[in-house]
């Protein structure tokens, strides 16, 4: 538009103005055909400079009220578009084919000492550069605030398509617990053992059992402040032999203990013990191969552990997610459909006694579904806080259910300062609540006594009832039965649903007690 007005201006014969101003529209037309592609763009801005100096170049007429040469402070618009899109390269390029096709224009049209179109071709070849710089900041500044945010989230997505690619091939995916069990399998082939554990970093200058292989239970010491080989051998990454079990329980008899450290790049990301119940039983001939096998799967377990993180964040969002959809849609829309009936009844006349009595168990049912909705949203949202632990994330979760069920709640709670890892925590929790919504939903009980005992790598959560229980259905038939039966083969755990005396069920779950020999955690 700036070039027709000024071609108008500068001259009353209208077919070369004409002539110009089609010239310049067949120029622009390749970047506005096809704007997502790069080189349209391109093509067309240096045509536009060309068809620019061309036209400016022409030699005034006598009936001319400007001088062509103004046709130049169009310049600045392509030596913008340029800097701003292109780059600094491609705006040298623009600004020589602009002072080429000048100078060429000028020499073909014997323009060259004419002093307007001199000063104009200095005065707005300047002004067109300056354009150009301006816009080159402009390209500039968006690049870098791209560059602060985009790069991390395109690496975030590369990396995670990887991860899920890996993980699907992986012959045991990126569980950890399956990862350490088969460390320890190997282990146990290279020196003997008659309890083993795997403990990775938990902050707060404590350890978590990852998973143990023990006839029995085995309370391991997992505090850096004690005096073991723990503290040293996370620190020097160096193995650690010692005659002292690891035990809190202690041993009445002979021991040795191997802590081995399990290093990716200059980090410690967990360590192994070994402990036989003789002496002697780790030489310095073993210590080495004992160490190359940890060696071995120490980034392994560190990858399952990041995936394990990862993924358990995801869930917890999508718990969230899924909490704040069904507040804000479903139990709205049915605390709405409760008014529409309340309104109703107030509405009906008198005589509809069998319309009012219909409409007032359609009211009850209604809240009655709202309750439940609640309560669910209450399930969707509890998680086992950093800060609290898994007793106390029980004990709220029983409490607030057994108080609108009208169930007298017996909590018995027994943890210690040491915790389970975050992921087994989240599965006993989940373990527990279906328990709890089962006696409230189908037992028909009048009390509920639940036991938390958490003493790392043990743990045993029980919840009884004395309502009607289990009758002659299997309790492996239920759905519910069969999330927490899943549940608990994910952490190892052994599962239990008994009848209780003299009436009632009981629902317990042990962790990294006497299982299966070799397969506790």
């Known amino acids: 538009m700036l070039v027709v007005v000024l071609s108008l201006a500068s001259t009353k014969s209208i077919a070369p103005t004409l002539l110009w101003c089609a010239l310049f529209a067949l120029a622009a037309a390749p970047g506005l055909v096809a704007p997502e592609r790069p080189w ?137 617990g399956s990862l350490a069990d088969r460390l320890l399998e190997e282990l146990g082939q290279v020196a003997p053992t008659d309890r083993s554990a795997v403990l990775t970093g938990s902050g707060g200058g404590r350890l978590e059992v990852l998973t143990q292989r023990a006839p029995g239970r085995v309370a391991w010491e997992t505090s850096f402040d004690a005096d073991t080989p723990l503290a040293d051998t996370w620190a020097s990454q160096q193995p650690q032999i010692s005659s002292r079990s690891l035990d809190r329980a202690g041993s009445s008899g002979p021991v040795s203990v191997l802590v081995l450290p399990m290093i990716t790049g200059v980090r410690t990301v967990g360590l192994v013990v070994l402990e036989s119940d003789r002496v002697g039983a780790y030489p310095p001939a073993v210590v080495p191969e ?40 479903v139990a709205q829309e049915l605390v709405m459909v409760g008014y529409g009936i309340d309104n109703a009844i107030a509405d009906l006349p008198s005589g509809s006694e069998a319309a009012e009595s219909t409409l007032r168990l359609l009211r009850t049912e209604v809240t009655r579904v709202i309750t439940e909705l609640r309560l669910s949203l209450f399930e969707l949202r509890s998680d086992v806080d950093r800060h609290g632990g898994l ?131």
């Open 40 to 176: 349209p763009a391109r093509i067309g801005w240096l045509a536009e400079v060309i068809v620019v100096s061309m036209a400016a170049a022409t030699p005034p007429g006598e009936d001319a009220a400007v001088h062509p040469a103004l046709l130049l402070s169009y310049l600045a618009a392509p030596a913008f578009a340029v800097g701003a899109v292109a780059g600094g390269l491609e705006l040298a390029g623009l600004m020589v084919v602009a002072v080429v096709a000048l100078v060429i224009s000028g020499a073909l049209q014997d323009q060259l000492g004419d002093l307007t179109f001199g000063l104009s071709a200095l005065e707005w070849t300047v002004v067109a550069t300056l354009a150009g710089l301006l816009g080159l900041a402009v390209h500039r500044l968006v690049r870098s605030r791209a560059d602060a945010v985009e790069p991390e989230f395109v690496q975030a997505a590369r990396l995670l398509t990887q991860l899920r690619t890996i993980a699907r091939q992986l012959p045991g995916g990126l569980d950890p």
């Open 290 to 329: 004992a160490v190359e096998v940890v060696g071995n799967a120490a980034l392994r377990l560190e990858t399952a552990l990041l995936f394990d993180e990862v993924r358990g964040l995801a869930t917890t969002e999508e718990r969230q997610r899924l909490a704040r959809e069904i507040h804000d849609g």
């Open 391 to 521: 007793g106390s994330a029980i004990a709220d979760y029983a409490r607030t259910i057994g108080s609108s069920a009208g169930l007298r709640v017996h909590l018995s709670l027994d943890e210690s300062t040491a915790r389970l890892p975050a992921a087994v925590e989240s599965e006993l929790l989940r373990i527990a609540q279906e328990a709890v919504t089962n006696a409230r939903k189908h037992a028909g009980a009048a009390n509920l006594w639940v036991t938390c005992e958490v003493d790392p790598p043990y743990a045993q959560i029980e919840v009884s009832d004395d309502g009607k229980g289990l009758g002659k259905e299997r309790p492996d038939g239920r759905y519910g039965m069969t999330i927490m039966a899943e549940r608990a083969n994910r952490v190892r755990a052994e599962l239990e649903i008994v009848p209780r005396a003299p009436k009632g069920t009981t629902v317990r779950v042990v962790l990294g007690g006497k299982t299966r020999q070799g397969t506790a955690s």
